[in-house]
């Protein structure tokens, strides 16, 4: 009997230090874990565009149908958004149509539209001018990148801008196109900006 009584102290003592480990497991899982929403709330910020001058921008993105084949009245492709639009007029050589996108993003100090080929694209092209309008003021176009499928491509001796109000390519040249960027300036008129909303009526 007196083993018994013994026993009984020392195993409610290993009773009571196991209940107090799992109640310290337990915190500090709860302390650890993610609040609800806090990782959809994370994707959420991550997948805001920015533009190379980190301003957040609206996008729109659609893919447009390139087609091969000389005709009269020749070849174009456009869309439009936020009262922009981003337009190609091309002449293509090639056995397949390719589907391309576009995309055109406005910040509010800026339009920048971006013509992408697929990586597989075999067209080659004899004439293209790409042009971004819309918007007040002389649609002069201020940054420029053309790559073809092996490289960046140089201006004058592969692309020119007449008046700085399209790009299009150089006398002579024929070739693919992989990407092209053009980027115009917003105007800083008051009146323009409140009307798309940037800033409040003064």
Same mark, same amino acid.
């Given at each position: 009997? +007196?083993?018994?009584?013994?026993?009984?102290?020392?195993?409610?003592?290993?009773?009571?230090?196991?209940?107090?480990?799992?109640?310290? &497991?337990?915190?500090?899982?709860?302390?650890?874990?993610?609040?609800?929403?806090?990782? =959809?709330?994370?994707?959420?910020?991550?997948?805001?565009?920015?533009?190379?001058?980190?301003?957040?921008?609206?996008?729109?993105?659609? =893919?447009?149908?390139?087609?091969?084949? !000389? /005709?009269?009245?020749? +070849?174009?492709?456009? /869309?439009? !958004?936020?009262?922009?639009?981003?337009?190609?007029?091309?002449?293509?050589?090639?056995?397949?149509?390719?589907? *391309?996108? &576009?995309?055109? +993003? &406005?910040?509010? *100090?800026?339009?920048?539209?971006?013509?992408?080929?697929?990586?597989?694209?075999?067209?080659? !092209?004899?004439?293209?001018?790409?042009?971004?309008?819309?918007?007040?003021?002389?649609?002069?176009?201020?940054?420029?990148?053309? *790559?073809?499928?092996?490289?960046?491509?140089?201006?004058?001796?592969?692309?020119?801008?007449?008046?700085?109000?399209?790009?299009?390519?150089?006398?002579? !040249?024929?070739?693919?196109?992989?990407?092209?960027?053009?980027?115009?300036? +917003?105007?800083?008129? &008051?009146?323009?900006?409140?009307?798309?909303?940037? /800033?409040?009526?003064?």
């Amino acid at each position: 009997m +007196r083993r018994t009584s013994l026993l009984t102290p020392i195993l409610l003592l290993h009773l009571t230090l196991l209940a107090l480990a799992a109640a310290s &497991v337990n915190e500090s899982v709860n302390e650890s874990a993610v609040p609800e929403g806090g990782q =959809e709330l994370a994707d959420a910020g991550d997948s805001q565009g920015e533009d190379e001058d980190g301003l957040s921008g609206r996008v729109s993105t659609q =893919e447009v149908e390139v087609v091969p084949g !000389f /005709i009269k009245t020749g +070849r174009r492709i456009s /869309i439009t !958004f936020d009262k922009k639009e981003c337009a190609m007029s091309y002449s293509a050589m090639g056995e397949h149509s390719e589907t *391309w996108s &576009v995309s055109l +993003r &406005v910040t509010p *100090w800026r339009s920048t539209c971006v013509i992408k080929s697929p990586k597989e694209s075999k067209l080659n !092209f004899s004439f293209y001018s790409i042009s971004l309008l819309g918007g007040k003021g002389q649609p002069i176009i201020q940054d420029v990148e053309v *790559w073809g499928h092996d490289g960046a491509l140089a201006r004058e001796e592969h692309y020119v801008m007449p008046q700085g109000a399209s790009v299009r390519n150089a006398a002579g !040249f024929v070739g693919g196109l992989a990407r092209v960027s053009i980027s115009r300036e +917003r105007s800083n008129d &008051v009146e323009e900006l409140s009307e798309y909303g940037y /800033i409040d009526e003064l």
